[in-house]
């Protein structure tokens, strides 16, 4: 018996419904893809790319871990960026958070939880560059909220400062760089007013949108 059988018997009957609907569709889907936009999210189940903003398969290029993070040792994420900017020529790197973030929970806590740690340590640094205006918040869900937007925020800016971004404008690539956030409770997107075109708005809009809140 096949292990998981039911997870095939599933993936058969959406082939089925989806050639049903559009003969032509894995035909398509098969011969190229030409996304416009770049989605660095978090592995979290429950936020589903594709669906939230209602996209077909091979409309949008996707990157996920833990909180969305974006750090310059991290080939995985760098050459995922890379071959969205230099070979699909993507429009847009969306980096989409979502409130109440596991990830970012457990890098506000002081607490062991193995291997992850390492990874958390990038969170933590968001949260201790930002300290003062988290714990002025008294409600522990919108500080976590809060840490949520920021992290988003400086995951951003952090692709801003990508050597890869950085050549892109230097060629005049059209590149837009923005920073979303998603609400479990809701299904909603918010802009946290982060849209960066080149390297001569980063500091400005950054400045703002560190200064946003959940609108």
């Known amino acids: 018996m096949r292990i998981l059988k039911y997870l095939f018997d599933k993936n058969r009957a959406w082939a089925k419904r989806v ?3 559009d003969p032509e569709f894995f035909t398509k889907l098969s011969a190229q893809q030409k996304p416009e936009y770049l989605w660095i999210g ?5 936020v589903p790319a594709n669906q939230i903003i209602d996209l077909a398969p091979g409309d949008l290029f996707e990157h996920r871990n833990v909180a969305n993070v974006v750090v310059h040792t991290d080939l995985n994420c760098l050459s995922v960026i890379q071959y969205a900017v230099e070979v699909l020529k993507v429009k847009h790197i969306i980096v989409c958070g979502h409130y109440g973030c ?4 457990a890098a506000m806590q002081h607490e062991e939880l193995g291997l992850i740690d390492n990874w958390l340590r990038h969170i933590k640094d968001v949260y201790q560059k930002h300290q003062t205006v988290i714990e002025a918040i008294a409600d522990e869900n919108e500080r976590v909220n809060k840490t949520c937007e920021l992290n988003v925020i400086e995951q951003a800016h952090n692709v801003c400062h990508s050597t ?8 005049g690539q ?6 979303w956030i ?9 802009d946290l ?3 960066i075109s080149n ?10 949108a560190t200064g946003s809140s959940r609108s």
């Open 102 to 105: 596991g990830g970012v929970k």
């Open 199 to 208: 390297s001569d708005e980063i500091a400005e809009v950054y400045k703002m």
């Open 193 to 195: 007013k982060l849209a």
């Open 19 to 21: 050639g049903a609907q």
């Open 164 to 171: 890869i971004v950085q050549n892109a404008w230097r060629r």
């Open 42 to 46: 978090c592995s979290d189940s429950r």
């Open 182 to 190: 998603y609400g479990l409770e809701d299904g909603l997107l918010r």
């Open 174 to 179: 059209s590149l837009t760089v923005h920073g």
